[in-house]
């Protein structure tokens, strides 16, 4: 089983910033993507930013620009830097995980409010 811990939500005004970190840990496994979905009240979750095996970086349009997700290996974790936050970012952000058998592992999910 593989574990991902989140951390570094908050609130935050608009125009701000946050840094999101994602943390592995458990089996071993080869990373087929690697990335952060999100999901507001009411609304569907959304992917906000991958990395792609072999480093291809998809991000979702309104926040291109804004956010840069990277990746520390030697640390098995992942980051997402939020930059000039606007409201419609509130939502509760998910880390996410596919390996190359097509299995999905989900962190626990941080909160992010931006306020205007």
């Known amino acids: 089983q593989v574990q991902l811990v989140e951390s570094g939500g908050g609130l935050v005004q608009a125009g701000g910033s946050l840094r999101l970190s994602c943390a592995a840990s458990?089996?071993?496994?080869?990373?087929?993507?690697i990335g952060w979905y999100r999901q507001a009240p009411d609304k569907q979750r959304e992917l906000v930013a991958a990395?792609?095996?072999?480093?291809?970086?998809n991000y979702l349009d309104s926040v291109k620009g804004r956010f840069t997700i990277s990746r520390d290996n030697a640390k098995n974790t992942v980051y997402l830097q939020m930059n000039s936050l606007k409201p419609e970012d509130t939502a509760v952000y998910y880390c996410?995980?596919?390996?190359?058998?097509?299995?999905?592992?989900w962190g626990q999910g941080t909160q992010v409010t931006v306020s205007s």
């Open positions: 996410n995980v596919v390996d190359f058998l097509n299995r999905d592992y």
């Open positions: 458990g089996s071993k496994i080869v990373i087929k993507s």
């Open positions: 990395i792609i095996s072999g480093g291809t970086t």
